[in-house]
Nanobody
Framework: QLRLVESGGGLVQPGGSLSLSCAAS????????IGWFRQAPGKEREGVSC????????NYADSVKGRFTISRDNAKNMVYLQMNSLKPEDTAIYFC??????????????????WGQGTQVTVSS
């Protein structure tokens, strides 16, 4: 199985940028897709972005298209989420998750089996 640890969260002003990292460990020799999810207080968890193992297939939620970029470096077992033009509504705990089941990647959280503990992102003036 996989262990996932997120990092890079913090406090930024609207319009600012932040880069999140997801470090994977365990059985990383197998193919796995990674998704980024977020959950704000009082709201349901939502998919933000995902990336296939090869990096050739990526999906983004409509709310972050054009602002966020997902990438990965399999040699380092790392997945990244570059977040630009941040908005207050981006404030949430961000989780990374993994699945061996997806050939490409999809955003519904039920598709993912392994989850990190999350990192807080706060966008505020």
């Amino acid at each position: 199985q996989l262990r996932l640890v997120e990092s890079g969260g913090g406090l930024v002003q609207p319009g600012g940028s932040l880069s999140l990292s997801c470090a994977a460990s365990g059985f990383t020799s197998d193919y796995y897709a990674i998704g980024w999810f977020r959950q704000a207080p009082g709201k349901e968890r939502e998919g933000v972005s995902c990336i296939s193992y090869s990096g050739g297939w990526r999906n983004y939620a409509d709310s972050v298209k054009g602002r966020f970029t997902i990438s990965r470096d399999n040699a380092k077992n790392m997945v990244y989420l570059q977040m630009n033009s941040l908005k207050p509504e981006d404030t949430a705990i961000y989780f990374c998750a993994a699945t061996y089941q997806q050939r490409l990647c999809f955003l519904p959280s039920r598709e993912y089996d392994y989850w990190g503990q999350g990192t807080q992102v706060t966008v505020s003036s």
